[in-house]
């Protein structure tokens, strides 16, 4: 069974810096879409980053400022958070596909981890 658990949310301020780690277990790692996602209070999920064995992309709040990238053998996600603005808080979730990125499906997520940003 597919099970994402992600780690690494925290309360930052501005400026400041996070890398989110996901452990996705029963999951093949090399190929298939994972990816980031978050949801701040009131407003609707958005993608912040995916990547399978081709490509990555990044929602247009996080370009230039994250990076996400896997560690294959420890099996992890992780999303590294750099120069993070109050409108980065929200809940991070972790999601696996069994599909590539191009058709956004993911059918495997996590609790989410939670990052506030202070001013």
């Known amino acids: 069974q597919v099970h994402p658990v992600e780690s690494g949310g925290d309360s930052v301020q501005a400026g400041g810096s996070l890398r989110l780690s996901c452990k996705v277990t029963?999951?093949?790692?090399?190929?298939?879409?994972l990816g980031w996602f978050r949801q701040a209070p009131g407003k609707e999920r958005e993608e912040v980053a995916v990547?399978?064995?081709?490509?990555?992309n990044y929602g247009a709040s996080a370009k230039g400022r994250f990076t996400i990238f896997k560690d294959y053998h420890k099996e992890e996600l992780y999303l590294q958070m750099n120069g993070l603005k109050p409108e980065d808080t929200g809940m991070y979730y972790c999601?696996?596909?069994?599909?590539?990125?191009?058709?956004?499906?993911?059918?495997?997520w996590g609790q989410g981890t939670q990052v506030t940003v202070f001013s």
């Open positions: 999601a696996a596909s069994d599909d590539y990125c191009w058709r956004r499906q993911f059918g495997y």
């Open positions: 029963g999951y093949i790692f090399t190929r298939y879409c």
């Open positions: 990547i399978d064995a081709d490509n990555t």
